[in-house]
């Protein structure tokens, strides 16, 4: 397993556009990818404009699927102009989970 935590920033004002951005990529996502077993948005109860996605692939294969996703390129084309900033990707393996 594959764990991806994605902390993007949006311009203040446009908080609202950026969630119906993601809430479009969530449904893409829960529609065709099974191999993505989590994919999650939050936003920061200290900073309105502070967004993580908690993202769980079942491999790297499945990563790349979504990272090559048409429905990814629309989702940044349309994100790109609502964000103050590069988003801050980090990657995790699993070691140890519940569940």
């Avoid at 990529?25 to 996605?53: C, Q, W």
């Avoid at 989702?75 to 519940?98: H, K, N, V």
């Amino acid at each position: 397993m594959l764990t991806v935590i994605a902390t993007l920033k949006v311009q203040p004002g446009k908080e609202d556009a950026f969630v119906a951005a993601a809430k479009s990529m969530i449904e893409y996502v829960t529609a065709n990818e099974p191999g993505t077993k989590l994919y999650s948005l939050h936003r920061s109860m200290a900073d309105p404009t502070t967004f993580v996605f908690y993202e769980v692939y079942a491999d790297q294969a499945a990563f790349a699927a979504h990272g090559g996703s048409p429905a990814m390129a629309e989702f940044f084309g349309a994100a790109g102009t609502l964000l103050a900033g590069r988003p801050d990707i980090a990657m995790y393996e699993d070691i140890a989970a519940r569940g």
